[in-house]
């Protein structure tokens, strides 16, 4: 290799390395954080306290979790559903927006090891899912999306499994951990247009000898937070070929969903451009 061209990729390398060192400095930052001389109230204080409720069923869309007006979301979804395809869950069930005190709980549970707060909401959440009735107990799987073991190394928790596994408590159902996922860029730090290839790439199945015996069964896969629908989808997709009857998504909450459609409604101009932007630097 020549000179320049030399230069240029030992740069390059560099640079990547150096991102990478910034963004485990970020992570370490967010842990260094962690409730000094701080006293955690229990859970349910802090709900008692905020006032905060789960949402009911017809505060939000029952396909694509949206917060939706009243009479807004039917059986077979909402306005935001219209681009529905076979990755997407059967139904998905939240908790809340993901706003307010619901947020600083999730944060609470991911950066700062609350865990007893992930158990709580994981508790509300199971309540959710036995409520509709729609899931035959002695049928009911449920599955943690997984997290990278490297990014679990560096938080300390793993807080989607122990969000799943108090939803399974309250299922009374096995806790079943089909999915991986291999370390990459996190979902969060990637422009909307590029996590859906992200999300794909990154999810896998594990191997199991004989396969994994989830055929008619109703599967509910738990993710704390919704966002594009990228992370599911990739789930549903590694799922789907498992035959399982039904899909359920259930997490703890919905991102930017209604301030999304705001934003796009105001400057439907810069979105479109700055799609055009990442699509023009993937290829
Ligand atoms: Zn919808």
Redesign the pocket.
Known sequence: MKGPLKALVKGSSKRNLRATFARAAAELDELAGFWIGRERPRPEEAARRSGWKPDRSDE???????T?GPGE?SKS?????RRRTLLDTDR?VRLGAYHGPLREWVRDVKYRRWSAMGEYLGRELGGVLAGLNEIERERAVVIPVPMPWTRRLLRGIDHTEIIARAVAGVLDAPLARVLARRHGVPQTQLPRSERRRNAQRGMFRRFRFGGWPLQELDLVVVDDVRTTGATMQAAVRRLRPLRPRRIFGAVIAVSGDTARRQREDHHPQKVTLRDRTNRVTQS
């Open positions: 939000y869309c029952g396909l694509c979790g949206s939706v979301a979804g909402c306005g935001s559903c998905i």
